[in-house]
């Protein structure tokens, strides 16, 4: 099978699941992210990582999304990440790795970023570390992809309309196809 279409199929069968307290389902999540990506003129990769920032919480992690609302660490953002890396460069898989790290900056740097934040987004933003600190802020803006992670977060967040215009998986299949020929 094709990576692709396997991750297409992983949108249509465990991405169905409810998305952690939200009003959407996991896929339709992601696919949410993507098009929000989009229509900000994102760059492919970006656009990419949106679409996949949450895979970790389905591709087979040992622990899922409903563990990490029980108050377990998933680390969805490494999973997922180290995931799509046998098919994607960096500038898909980074961003996705780092959207946790991303929302913990923001929540640190950002007046009123906080209060945006979703019920679940803030239960799990405990779980995950809370709000960064000096050093770590230091740190996260030093990574090559720091810019493109908050990118993603931004979207993240955004992205839990159950009214919202959700384009299907094979909206994004071309654009995914190119980013492996050349990730």
Same mark, same amino acid.
């Given at each position: ?18 998305y952690?307290?939200e ?10 992210? !993507? %098009?929000?990506?989009? =229509?900000?003129?994102?760059? &492919?990769e970006?656009?990419a990582?949106?679409? +996949? @920032? ?7 992690a ?17 999973? !997922? %990440?180290?995931?799509? =890396?046998?098919w994607?460069? &960096? ?6 790795? +780092? @959207? ?28 995950q ?55």
């Amino acid at each position: 099978m094709d990576p692709v279409t396997e991750i297409g199929d992983l949108f249509a069968g465990e991405g169905a699941q409810d998305y952690l307290g939200e009003q959407v389902s996991v896929a339709v999540h992601m696919r949410q992210a !993507g %098009a929000l990506a989009e =229509a900000a003129g994102a760059p &492919p990769e970006q656009v990419a990582a949106a679409l +996949l @920032h949450d895979v970790g919480h389905i591709c087979g992690a040992t622990l899922s999304g409903r563990e990490l609302m029980a108050g377990h660490d998933n680390r969805h953002g490494d999973s !997922g %990440a180290a995931w799509l =890396a046998q098919w994607f460069g &960096p500038e898909v898989t980074e961003p996705v790795r +780092l @959207h946790v790290a991303a929302k913990r900056y923001l929540c640190a740097v950002e007046p009123g970023y906080f209060e945006k934040l979703s019920p679940a987004s803030v239960y799990t933003l405990s779980v995950q570390g809370g709000p960064m600190n000096e050093a770590e802020v230091t740190a996260f803006e030093a990574l090559p992809q720091a810019a493109a992670a908050v990118a993603v977060r931004r979207w993240d967040e955004q992205a839990k309309d159950p009214d919202g215009p959700t384009p299907e998986f094979d909206h994004f299949r071309p654009l995914l196809t190119r980013l492996l020929a050349t990730g």
